[in-house]
């Protein structure tokens, strides 16, 4: 998909001759629409209506986030799918606690094969993974290894980073540059996430092993198992700049 990541600390977008247009005291861009997929809006910007109508009729989602990236909010349009028939198996997979167990323990073998993926220079953390299983008779319990593998994975990524310090993973606020860059690519990565549940007719508000809570899309985190090692994890592992 292709993104645009406005990151100027303030600004407006607003519809220029069937296209958008990015204007401050800085920049003047004119961004064709159909070079656009979904935005990424990182600064106090204003849309005006013209860019609200055209966006929406492009069905060009838009994601929010703070100064400090943290997600806040999002412009989605109305043509998601939205399948009664496939909202029903959902509620019914998650009311079956046996398929909801199955379900949840899927999306932690995802994240186990992406983390053996992603670490696959580190043979001492590799084997740590491998020898996790993820039987349990509970959500609780399941959990508990979840954390467990990313303890793993954090450790791991910790013994191998050379120019930066990261002790342990912290957000709300994040303690260091490693926790920062993490956060913010967790988020990215939540709203790309929260564009596919919405696109398939699913309802991100149901998830299986995160528990649900009002006014959150857990699916999300369910789902953001799999991709955090690999978009966001190897990410900083393969990047020279940490790692050098």
Known sequence: MRSLYITQKYGILKRKCGSLFFKNNEVEKEIPINQVDMIHIFGNVTLSSGAISLLTAKH????????????KGYLMTPHYKSDGIILIKQFEA???????????????????????????????????????????????????????????????????????????????????????????????LYSTILSKIYETGLNPKISYLHEIMRYRDSLIFDISEIFKP?????????????VG
């Open 94 to 188: 998650y009311y079956d606690k046996n398929r909801r167990l199955s379900i949840a323990k899927g999306f932690l073998e995802g994240a186990k094969k992406s983390m053996m993926i992603v670490l696959k220079n580190d043979k001492d953390s590799l084997e740590k993974i491998k020898n996790i299983d993820f039987e349990a008779n509970n959500y609780s319990e399941l959990l508990g290894k979840e954390s467990n593998l990313w303890k793993i994975f954090y450790s791991s990524l910790r013994s191998q980073l050379k120019y930066f310090s990261f002790e342990r993973r912290e957000y709300n606020p994040p303690k260091d540059e490693v926790n920062a860059l993490i956060s913010f690519g967790n988020s990215v």
């Open 230 to 242: 690999l978009f966001v994890g190897r990410f900083i592992l393969y990047n020279k700049c940490f």
């Open 60 to 71: 060009i989602p838009v994601y929010f986030y703070n100064r400090n990236g943290k997600f």
